[in-house]
């Protein structure tokens, strides 16, 4: 099918931008990145924004930058450019890897990570990189901008806590020592996670001194498994320690089954994708040293 | 109706100026607008593949792009790949090693492979196989694309031209 009609701008600045969404409100107008999942769901007419806002002419709006132990990544620099730069590589290469996961390249040479995370499907792989970093999120309004931590950031399915009026415009990550792993169980490659694990984990001699584990797929947004990060934080990591910390990633949750995995199965891959991602974090926290 | 914007492209080397609705898809633009039937439209959501092109260099899905997006760009479609009735060494080796059944999927396929050996002038069976897995075929089983690829992979390297001519219709 084909997209509805709407009305379109392409504005070069942040505050031209905002100013249309809300000159347009009554329009319910959708801020327009790369793309890659409005635009579907408007072929297929689920959704029928009547006013469209580009943010293709907002150069600021891409790029990567260091800003001393920060990853700053603009909300329109497209997904390919993050799995390519070697200032991810260095700072987030958690990022790195998830974003190789975002889809198929073409997905990726138009997908742009900030449109990702203010769709916040719940079976992406970057709102869980973002909840794992513990990133900000920038957002910028009629009223200036303001930072948003990624945990209050997700609010649910296809929900965040942008305002009608508000633009996300930066990504702010900051950097961690350790290892890291991001991986997931998929139908097919490219496609969505059914279940995907972002794991973080720092090590103090023999021990864990930090560790971070997030979860898509499990519940109606990414989540953190602060339990399982409990078990791990403190503890000499060997398999009883991962398998414990897997019980208590999954110990809470109640997804909700659908046709691509019932609640059981779900539960049954969080806990073995725990496993698996702690396991791979630990190796190349070991392997740094 | 949407009031209409100007946009200005370069598809296959000529420019264009188009009139566009916003809700214009790229894949309409090129098929409808400028006539590049060749492109071909699929799934109409960004799954197929078929409707592949090149966006200053890099691959992207036409039928999830809006032509105004594509305002000030560098778009490559299949036709831009033989060179008169000499085919592209990709699309000599599609034929050589069969890589196409019903051609469906064939124009996104090319221009995906046309991306794959720009990054990586030399790979790997596997790294192929990964890298169209983007693109949906339902005759070859993939194999011989995945052969064709390669083996026009090895003579782009050596620069060895095609080896079939094709009658040009106008």
Redesign the interface.
Known sequence: ????????A?PPTIAEAVGLLAEHADAEPRV?AG??SL??L???RLAEPSH?I?L?NVAELSGIRLDGDVLVIGAMTRQ?QIEQAPEVAIAAPLLAEATGLV?????R??GTIGGSLAHADPAAELPAVALALDADLVAAGPGGTRTIPAAEFLRGPFSTALAADEILTEIRLPRRAGGYAFVEFART??NFAIVAVAALVELDGDRISRAALALTGVAPTAIRATAAEDVLTGAVPDDATIAAAADAAVSGVRPAGDLHASAQTRIELARSHVRRAVTLALHRAQDQR | MAEKHTITLTVNGRRHIAEVEPRMLLVDLLRDELSLKEVHIGCEHGVCGTCTVLRDGASIRSCITFAVQADGAEIRTVESLADGPTLHPLQDEFWAKQGLQCGYCTPGMLMRACEILAHNPDPTSAQVREGIASNLCRCTGYQYIVEAVLAAAARMRTGQNATHDVEVRS
Do not use: E
């Open positions: 099918m084909k997209p509805p009609p709407f009305s379109y392409a327009l793309g890659q635009i579907p408007m072929n297929f469209l580009d293709r390919s889809g198929h390249t073409p997905i040479n138009s490659h490219g």
